[in-house]
């Protein structure tokens, strides 16, 4: 099915010519009416997950749904495929359905509000966004079940529907969805937001027009499209070999104790369009952390990567498209069937970069970066307070980024760019809640002539009791080094009760009991190192050590020796790096930190955590299930 567009006027659009600088303010003026839906959305939603996080993705985009502006793809899309209904002037849609979108949205909590733009009487543009709700009823709080076999068991599940009809809110509709949600208050308001922001990208789009004029404006959107194609076309062939390149990497567990579930893709060229083929990938998961992995999506993660590498200046839309094929087989972590869960897809998600990094590093490696952007780190806690009121702090945490060939990876930095933390000011103003340490890890970012990222530590005193739920992963493998690089140190949580018993918690943990004055300690990853650690610059060295992301014992790693007042002593550090070099063999382009297999065999020992089983063990249960 497609979705019929009902137009009251006759659809008509006559090309004309358009001088660069009128195309590139209409360029320019889409990119800002995007960060102009930001600014709105930022400002007037409730939760701190789309108030303070910034979990909120919006886009513009042409009448078939192309993105012209915004960062995780075009949701309007899929949504316009699989849509079994009209679009008429004054509709808005909502949906939270993966699967009814073509994971133009990953997972239930985020709602997608797809918005179109007319223009006397026709379809000329679509103003969407999607922000993630922190609550949709389900099995837990937060609506993020690490335990969910099918995506029903994760909250309630919007199909596409039109929440808005000629210009009405259908306000039973919002009330029956928000009835399904613990939190309904912050969803109502969270919904009221992202219609608020669609509403301003719907009005600057209208405002372009009237000012430039219908056919200056629909012809500046072709051509901007054909300008993205143009500048796509000639980094592929610049930079993008013939030759086959394979690379896998791995997701830890599936909260049900299998895994490693692995992650594999071929990428070669042909003439000019890029292939990338996901068969060597494992079939989906009995568990939550299978990833819909659109089309649309992984395309523009790998033009992000290619520009930001390759070509800063060019501005993404979707016109590339046709130069990307995309192939990932039905039935595999990244394509699973319905109703497969999904919620924690994020570890998929994120491990998609380091698949991409590794893809182009290997075909050129002199554009390799290390592994870092590896999973989505998620801290949940629910209870009552002293007034008895319910609560649910939802938190996205932060890792190291990976280092790159152009210099050190950020320290504790999100898997978005635009993201930031929920301030722990807020956080003890607002929850029962007390944060005692919030720091980076020394020495959990790679050593390298670039240093990974260092991971953040937090350790949480709970003040009243409740429950917790924890998603992370890279507990098992390592967020990889490259070209003699080192590996980021593995994530870890590690629950501390009032009475002084120690519990290693899973990587994936829900309802976990906490009573007054537990602590957890929440470690994440480090990114992994970029380059020759012992041809690291001294003065570098010597800045880590005083700001304390790198320890007195850390140094050596760099094979710098120091004083009892970390000052580097120059002769013994010269005659330890010339040890080294000695006795070491010959440098990696990666470092993995091991081999899957002995990860397992030395599970017990080096994590605290039970070895997960081979996610065989979950297909033969889907198989006797079905």
């Known amino acids: 099915m497609v979705a019929k567009i009902v137009e009251t006027a006759e659809v008509r659009h006559s090309e004309v010519s358009v001088d660069p600088v009128t195309l590139d303010l209409i360029e320019s003026g889409l990119v800002n009416a995007r960060e102009q839906m930001d600014a709105i959305l930022f400002r007037t939603a409730m939760s701190p997950i789309i108030r303070e996080q910034r979990d909120g993705f919006p886009v513009i985009t042409d009448r078939e749904g192309r993105l012209h502006a915004g960062q995780f793809g075009s949701p309007v899309a899929g949504f316009l495929e699989l849509y079994e209904g009209t679009v008429e002037e004054g509709d808005v849609f909502i949906t939270s359905d993966p699967y009814a979108c073509n994971g133009a949205i990953s997972h239930c909590n985020d709602w997608l509000i797809c918005m179109p733009v007319f223009f006397e009487g026709r379809v000329v543009n679509w103003s ?29 599940i919007i199909p596409p529907i039109k929440i ?10 919002l009330k029956l969805i928000l009835h399904n949600c613990r939190l309904p208050e912050w969803n109502g308001a969270d919904f009221n937001a992202i219609v608020a922001a669609c509403r301003t990208g719907n009005n600057r789009c209208i405002e372009m027009i009237e000012r430039f004029g219908e056919d200056t404006y629909l012809t500046a959107l072709d051509m901007l499209l054909e300008r993205n194609y143009r500048s796509m076309r000639k980094l592929i062939l610049d930079t993008v070999p013939e030759d086959k390149v394979h690379f896998e990497d791995y997701i830890c567990d599936d909260a049900l104790g299998m895994g490693p579930y692995k992650i594999a893709c071929d ?6 369009k890029m292939i990338f083929d996901f068969a060597g990938t494992d079939p989906q998961s009995q568990g939550c952390v299978n990833f819909l992995l659109s089309d649309q999506m992984f395309k523009m993660f790998c033009a992000q990567f290619m520009i ?4 800063p200046d060019i501005l993404l839309n979707d016109g590339f498209f046709p130069l990307l094929e995309v192939r990932i087989p039905d039935g ?16 998929a998600l994120g491990r998609i970069f380091d698949i991409i990094s590794g893809l182009f590093g290997t075909s050129n490696p002199d554009f390799l970066c290390a592994a870092g952007f590896s999973s989505s780190p998620h801290f949940m806690f629910s209870g009552y307070d002293q007034n008895n009121r319910w609560f649910l702090l939802m938190q996205i945490g932060f890792g190291g980024v990976p280092a790159k060939p152009l210099g050190d990876g950020s320290d504790g930095h999100s898997l978005w760019p635009k993201f930031r933390n929920i301030p722990n000011e807020y956080i003890e103003a607002y929850y029962p809640i007390r944060v005692d340490r919030f720091e980076t890890i020394a020495d959990s970012g790679g050593a390298g002539f670039y240093r990974g990222g260092n991971a953040v530590r937090t350790d949480y005193v709970f003040l009243r009791p409740g429950v917790v739920s924890v998603h992370d992963d890279r507990w098992l493998t390592y967020p990889w080094g490259v070209k003699g690089g ?11 009760r009032a009475s002084g018993e120690r519990i290693v918690l899973p990587s994936k943990a829900d309802n976990i009991k906490v009573n007054v004055d537990d602590k957890l300690i929440f470690e994440t990853w480090g990114g992994g190192g970029w380059g020759d650690p012992l041809e690291r610059d001294l003065d570098a060295v010597q800045y880590d050590l005083d700001c ?3 320890s007195r014992e850390g140094a050596l790693r760099y094979g710098v020796v120091t004083n009892d007042e970390q000052e580097i002593d120059l002769a013994a550090t010269e005659s330890l790096r010339g040890e080294i070099r000695q006795s070491r063999g010959e440098l990696r ?8 297999g002995e990860l397992i065999e030395t599970c017990q020992e080096q994590t605290e955590q039970t070895p997960p089983r081979p996610p065989e063990f979950a297909q033969q249960a889907l198989a006797q299930r079905a």
């Open 128 to 156: 969407a966004m999607f922000g993630h709700q922190t609550d949709i009823g389900g099995k837990t709080p937060a609506s993020m079940p690490v335990d969910s076999t099918d995506y029903y068991q994760e909250g309630i």
């Open 164 to 173: 808005i009809s000629g210009g009405e809110l259908q306000k039973d509709l």
């Open 267 to 272: 990428l070669w060229r042909e003439g000019d």
């Open 308 to 311: 930001n590498m390759f070509d």
């Open 332 to 347: 595999s972590l990244l394509r699973p069937i319905k109703p497969a869960a999904v919620n924690g897809r994020t570890h």
């Open 486 to 496: 080192a590996p980021g140190a593995r994530s870890k949580k590690v629950l501390m």
């Open 548 to 550: 304390g992301l790198v």
């Open 589 to 596: 382009l990666f470092d993995f930190g091991g081999e899957v």
